[in-house]
């Protein structure tokens, strides 16, 4: 069975700070891992995807994560913070299921609630 | 195109009282899931098809039917609604097991 650890429910970061948000997975097969981000009251954006090409994905407003596989983990960073990033942001796993088949789904972890200071 | 839809936004039902959430998708998307969000949950698959026709359990069926007799609608049914059910549901789309698309969600209440 897959799982996703995100430890701890909220973030703090000042604006221009660096964001790091950790993301801990369990597979049994080579996974695929993504990260969303959810405005308030709106549905889930993926923000980028890691599926075996280079284990560093770059994503969409800067934000970027690293697969490494010695640590099962996939953390998401970005540089520098903006008010703008304020979101909830979820770490999710697919074990690549075959077609049809009964793993041909997401499992995501519990989230973790950004918040920017001035 | 208008990606992932889902009717109605927002409802209010009484316990025991029954609705249906309708999901569309013009990706042509074989796969199709309903997800609840609860605060510190997460999101959890209640159910998900594999295409037209078919339908299979995720983590959290029970209280819930489901049906995709096209391929770009899947249906999520409350037959007897109960406070427990009183959530945010999400509906999402992918091609096979690559990146799902969501819609914007339906806030349900159930009193």
């Known amino acids: 069975a897959q799982s996703v650890t995100q430890l701890g429910s909220h973030v703090s970061v000042s604006e221009g700070a660096l964001v790091l948000l950790r993301c801990n997975y369990s597979s049994s097969v080579p996974p695929y891992l993504f990260w969303y981000v959810q405005y308030p009251n709106q549905g889930l954006q993926l923000l980028l995807k890691?599926?075996?090409?280079?284990?560093l994905v770059k994503g969409i407003n800067g934000f970027e994560a690293e697969f490494k596989k010695s640590e099962t983990s996939f953390h998401l960073t970005k540089p520098s913070a903006h008010m703008s990033d304020a979101a909830e942001y979820f770490c999710?796993?697919?074990?690549?299921?075959?077609?049809?088949?009964?793993?041909?789904?997401?499992?995501f972890g519990k989230g973790i609630t950004l918040s920017v200071r001035p | 195109n208008a990606g992932v839809t889902q009717t109605p936004k927002f409802r209010v039902l009484k316990t025991g009282q029954s609705m249906t959430l309708l999901c569309a998708q013009d990706m042509n998307h074989e796969y199709m899931y309903w997800y609840r969000q609860d605060p510190g949950m997460g999101l959890r698959l209640i159910h998900y098809s594999v295409g037209e026709g078919t339908t299979a359990k995720g983590e959290v069926p029970d209280g819930y039917n489901v049906s995709r007799l096209k391929k770009q609608n899947f249906l999520l049914g409350l037959e007897s609604a109960a406070p427990s059910q009183t959530s945010v549901y999400f509906c999402?789309?992918?091609?096979?097991?690559?990146?799902?698309?969501f819609g914007p969600g339906t806030r349900l209440t159930v009193l």
């Open positions: 890691y599926t075996s090409a280079a284990t």
């Open positions: 999710a796993v697919s074990d690549r299921g075959k077609v049809g088949g009964a793993n041909s789904k997401l499992t």
């Open positions: 999402a789309s992918s091609y096979h097991s690559d990146t799902q698309y």
